[in-house]
């Protein structure tokens, strides 16, 4: 019987119980540096995540045969990508006009 290795866990290399378990003492506020509106003015706002799209992708909900989907899944990671590049290569069918 092959047993398997639980996944080691990442550590900060810290001793995180011990910083949670630390009470502040009024003693150690007096070596914080006091706040000017020159440090304010110095600091930088970062936002996290990806910049915005120009052309930003629609959510629609679309049903397609499972078979379809399956093809398309088994040639591998990205194919969502890949399927909406075919679908923006295809002529647009005209709609039918009502008389």
Same mark, same amino acid.
Do not use: F
């Given at each position: 019987?092959?047993?398997?290795?639980? /996944?080691?866990?990442?550590?900060?290399?810290?001793?995180l119980a011990r910083v949670d378990a630390h009470v502040i #003492?009024p003693a150690e506020y007096k070596e914080l540096p006091e706040?000017?509106? @020159?440090?304010?003015?110095? /600091?930088?706002? #970062?936002?996290?995540?990806?910049?915005?799209?120009?052309? =930003?992708?629609?959510?629609?909900?679309?049903?397609? =045969?499972?078979?379809?989907?399956?093809?398309?899944?088994?040639?591998? =990671?990205?194919?969502?990508?890949?399927?909406? @590049? *075919?679908?923006? *290569?295809?002529?647009?069918? *005209?709609? #039918?006009? @009502?008389?």
């Amino acid at each position: 019987m092959i047993v398997s290795k639980p /996944a080691s866990r990442r550590t900060l290399g810290s001793n995180l119980a011990r910083v949670d378990a630390h009470v502040i #003492k009024p003693a150690e506020y007096k070596e914080l540096p006091e706040l000017t509106d @020159e440090m304010l003015a110095r /600091a930088v706002v #970062k936002r996290g995540g990806r910049p915005r799209s120009a052309n =930003p992708r629609q959510l629609i909900s679309l049903r397609l =045969p499972a078979e379809v989907i399956a093809r398309w899944r088994a040639t591998g =990671p990205g194919w969502q990508t890949r399927m909406a @590049e *075919r679908l923006a *290569r295809s002529p647009v069918p *005209r709609a #039918k006009s @009502e008389t």
